[in-house]
């Protein structure tokens, strides 16, 4: 099972400071490049009418790695310049493997199920998509080589399961993840 670990940080940013905060950003993920244990990092954007809401997921090899930036004093002073644009903090969640697809009760310390029920709920996600995908794709890419016709639909089997069936499907089958 995946150990990964997935942080999720939400900062609301005045659109008089957007370019500046994603200046500052940038130069924060640059950082996090060098640090060991970095997989990835992707920003999601919301723009509103008086501010942009940036949700920033980085991706890290391990939990050791995953807090272990935190000490390094250039981050350190790199975060406090973001602060000085956001006012404070970031709101932030942290996710093992699985756990950022998995809705937590509110209030909770996010608890992953067992591997069993995570493994359970992903075959009821995936199999009945991947069948509906594979019918109703293949008028469209019937006649491309089939290694075309299987990147195609696991590029949109993908999204669908980042978002909105695995966190609808995690909502609705909350209670019996839960359940130990």
Known sequence: MSKTVTLAVTDHVPMASRNRYEKLVEELHQLFETQDGFLSVDTVRHKRPHQVEYTILS??????????????????????????????????????????????????????????????????AVY?????????????????????????????????LTWPIMPWLSKI???WLTTR
């Open 59 to 124: 991706r890290w090899s391990d939990e050791l790695a995953a807090t272990h930036w935190r000490k390094n004093d250039i981050i350190r002073k790199k975060l406090s310049e973001i602060e000085s644009i956001t006012g404070g903090p970031a709101q932030h969640v942290q996710a093992v493997g699985l756990g950022m697809w998995i809705d937590h009760a509110e209030g909770m310390a996010p608890n992953l199920p067992p591997a069993w029920k995570r493994v359970a709920m992903s075959v009821v």
């Open 128 to 160: 009945p998509m991947l069948m509906l995908l594979m019918a109703l794709s293949a008028p469209i890419v019937g006649g491309l080589p089939q290694f075309l016709q299987v990147l195609t639909i696991v590029i949109v089997l993908s999204a669908l």
């Open 173 to 175: 089958l909350r209670p």
